[in-house]
């Protein structure tokens, strides 16, 4: 789903997602401006929003921590499977009251 369609249609305030994982660097919307809007209108609060980009520098990660980021993650330094396993463990962190923070990117 491209962020500007996700904005206008699906991310309501009624509807319940588990989890959100967004890319930095995306088409029409950057990751930054999406998070800003997702945070600043109260947008799936509650729900752990996971960043998987390429971007890979420390001020980024820092820029999108201020949004409830709960992890991120670099594309390029992990294979599929390890991705996978980096999003399962991270949606069973965050569903545990102890689990709740934010994973440094890798």
Do not use: W
């Amino acid at each position: 789903v491209l962020a500007l369609d996700a904005l206008r249609k699906n991310l309501t305030h009624q509807q319940m997602y588990d989890i959100l994982i967004c890319d930095l660097l995306m088409p029409e919307m950057s990751g930054f401006d999406f998070l800003k809007i997702v945070h600043d209108e109260h947008l799936l609060e509650g729900v752990p929003i996971i960043i998987l980009s390429n971007q890979n520098e420390a001020d980024d990660y820092r820029k999108v921590s201020e949004y409830n980021v709960y992890a991120a993650f670099v594309k390029a330094h992990s294979l599929p499977d390890e991705i996978v396993s980096l999003i399962e463990r991270t949606y069973d962190a965050y569903r545990t009251p102890q689990g709740r923070g934010v994973i440094p990117h890798q």
